[in-house]
């Protein structure tokens, strides 16, 4: 569910993990306390997280969470300003200051012909 592939978990757990220690360990109905707390690490959760694991919960949750065009939708990440303009004022104000860097160093010069 947090999209990670068996080999980076293996990698993550390190030691003599690999793609198909992973893939065994997913098929267990019990883990052992100790890898438990390891695998939690390594997805960087709770373990009682995993321990109250409920698919059906996930399932409603991931559900939910997409309308029909199949895009997230959450109020608090709405972008409150156009990007672009953003764009446009960096590249104004970067624009701005090369010209008085230029005015400047050419100030600075000698019999110039400003």
Known sequence: MLGK????M???LG???TQKKVSLL???EEIEPGILQEVAKALKIP???IENF???AAINIVANTFSDEASAFAQNYKCTFNPLDKVVELYERQLK???DLIRDLLSKLPNSNK
């Open 97 to 99: 200051e090369k010209d």
């Open 54 to 56: 409920d698919e059906e």
């Open 26 to 28: 997913e098929a267990k």
């Open 5 to 8: 592939k068996q080999e980076t």
């Open 15 to 17: 030691g003599d993990w």
């Open 47 to 49: 373990a009682a997280a």
């Open 10 to 12: 293996a990698a993550e």
